[in-house]
C-alpha cells in the first residue's frame, strides 16, 4: 500500500525557511514522480514543484522559483522541499503526491494517483 506522509511545516515570519519532507511507503520512489502541491483556504490546490523519476527533471511555479528547491532521494525513499525567503502569499497546507502515470506529472494534479495528508505553513508578518 503506498502511503505518503509529510513533515517539516510550522510557523515562521517572513523571510525565513522551513524544510518539508515526505517520507514514502509502498512503492519504489525510484518508479514515481513527484510533487509538492498547496491549498491556501478559499483556494484550489495548486502545484508548488515537481520532479521526475530520476530527480533530474524539475518544474517550479514561478512564485517560488529561486526560492524553493525540491528534492528526491530514491535511495531513501523520500521527497524535500527547502523553502526561504518565505513570504506571507506561501501560507497554505502543502502536500506531497506522486503518480506513476510515465515518468513526469509537472504541475498538473491529476496525474498523481497517491497524496499526504498535508504539512501546514504559515509565514507571518
Known amino acids: 500500500q503506498v502511503q505518503l506522509a509529510e513533515s517539516g511545516g510550522g510557523s515562521v515570519q517572513v523571510g525565513g525557511s522551513l524544510r518539508l519532507s515526505c517520507a514514502t511507503s509502498?512503492?519504489?520512489?525510484?518508479?514515481?514522480?513527484m510533487g509538492w502541491f498547496r491549498q491556501a483556504p478559499g483556494k484550489e490546490r495548486v502545484a508548488v514543484a515537481a520532479?521526475?523519476?530520476?530527480?533530474?527533471?524539475?518544474f517550479y511555479t514561478v512564485s517560488v522559483n529561486g526560492r524553493f528547491t525540491i528534492s528526491k532521494d530514491n535511495a531513501n525513499n523520500t521527497l524535500s522541499l527547502q523553502m526561504n525567503s518565505l513570504k506571507p502569499e506561501d501560507t497554505a497546507m502543502y502536500y506531497c503526491?506522486?503518480?506513476?502515470?510515465?515518468?513526469?506529472?509537472?504541475?498538473?494534479?491529476?496525474?498523481?494517483?497517491?497524496w499526504g495528508q498535508g504539512t501546514q505553513v504559515t509565514v507571518s508578518s
Open positions: 503526491a506522486a503518480g506513476s502515470q510515465g515518468s513526469y506529472g509537472g504541475p498538473v494534479t491529476s496525474r498523481y494517483d497517491y
Open positions: 520532479i521526475d523519476t530520476s530527480g533530474y527533471r524539475r
Open positions: 509502498g512503492y519504489s520512489a525510484s518508479t514515481y514522480y
